[in-house]
């Protein structure tokens, strides 16, 4: 099983930064994409950034130049640096691994949420 803790989330200004970390730990055989999404108030859940274990990342378009994902392999932990922030960032956001378990199974776990909010 995949336990997966998230911080940094906050309030800031309209053009700040934040950044999000998210650390998985549990039992399992490997960790293969890890990614971020967000969900806004009446929206559907969106892909913000996802990256694989390699390094390959892809981003919403609407982020692109804003964020920057990375991840620590041995650690087991992705960040998300985001610049220049605008309210239309604001939604909560979460952390998704997807990985390999002992039994040759696969997972695809969730975080619980870290509010972001762009106001001023």
């Known amino acids: 099983q995949v336990q997966l803790v998230e911080s940094g989330g906050n309030l800031v200004q309209p053009g700040g930064s934040l950044r999000l970390s998210c650390a998985a730990s549990?039992?399992?055989?490997?960790?293969?994409?890890m990614g971020w999404y967000r969900q806004a108030p009446g929206k559907n859940r969106e892909l913000v950034a996802r990256?694989?274990?390699?390094?390959?990342?892809i981003y919403a378009d609407s982020v692109k130049g804003r964020f920057t994902i990375s991840r620590d392999n041995a650690k087991n932990t992705v960040d998300l640096q985001m610049n220049s922030l605008k309210p239309e960032d604001t939604a909560v956001y979460y952390c998704?691994?997807?990985?390999?378990?002992?039994?040759?199974?696969?997972?695809?776990?969730w975080g619980q949420g870290t509010q972001v909010t762009v106001s001023s």
């Open positions: 990256i694989t274990t390699g390094g390959s990342a």
């Open positions: 998704n691994v997807e990985g390999i378990n002992w039994g040759a199974t696969t997972f695809d776990s």
């Open positions: 549990g039992s399992f055989l490997r960790i293969n994409a």
